[in-house]
T-cell receptor, first 111, second 111 residues
């Protein structure tokens, strides 16, 4: 039972490059979330989705995009990487009235 | 606005010491409350939760009671172990199944 799988685990980007962080869950959860965690800080919500085809902005959506074409996958897209986006990114999923399950994170550095 | 205020860290204790990590929230209504734990290099794991006033969540020797009158959800453990060293996050659930996190408290337990 894989749970929430994030790829890659680590990545270094140059300023202005683009990339997609992948997130997949095999628990048939409707809700999925993307957070960023900056050093010494709690998690900030970037985007979330309550089901396939539906996405909404969280607290810090600027510079990111998401899509939810299937229940299983919720990729996060950075179009023009900036140093301020250096962070650890966590994906999570949940079913109604159940706690969120988190992936192991993607550590992203932008130089 | 809605928020979670968590005891600042880091906290360093000796093995078998008593642990308290304070958490208070500001929210409308009566949100569900959570404690998550993050071990080094890993994602967040649910430690315990409480969904209504006076509920006590417990797991692995940790406890927290939902105090509506003081809007608090303090985490306690009677005797910590080295293996409890981690970052602990308090969180509460907003409408739309979104979590608001505190900034985290780093706990180090020395033998």
């Amino acid at each position: 039972n894989a749970g929430v799988t994030q790829t890659p685990k680590f990545r270094i980007l140059k300023i202005g490059q683009s990339m997609t962080l992948q997130c997949a869950q095999d628990m048939n959860h409707n809700y999925m979330y993307w957070y960023r965690q900056d050093p010494g800080m709690g998690l900030k919500l970037i985007y979330y989705s309550v089901g396939a085809g539906i996405t909404d902005k969280g607290e810090v959506p600027n510079g990111y995009n998401v899509s939810r074409s299937t229940t299983e996958d919720f990729p996060l897209r950075l179009e023009l990487a900036a140093p301020s986006q250096t962070s650890v990114y966590f994906c999570a999923s949940r079913q109604s009235n159940q706690p969120q399950h988190f992936g192991d994170g993607t550590r992203l550095s932008i130089l | 606005g809605d928020s979670v205020t968590q005891m600042e860290g880091p906290v360093t204790l000796s093995e078998e010491a008593f642990l308290t990590i304070n958490c208070t929230y500001t929210a409308t209504g009566y949100p569900s409350l959570f404690w998550y734990v993050q071990y080094p290099g890993e994602g967040l794991q649910l430690l315990l939760k409480a969904t209504k006033a006076d509920d006590k969540g417990s797991n692995k020797g940790f406890e927290a009671t939902y105090r509506k009158e003081t809007t608090s959800f303090h985490l306690e453990k009677g005797s910590v172990q080295v293996s409890d060293s981690a970052v602990y996050f308090c969180a509460w659930e907003t409408s739309g199944s979104r979590l608001t996190f505190g900034e985290g408290t780093q706990l180090t337990v020395n033998p």
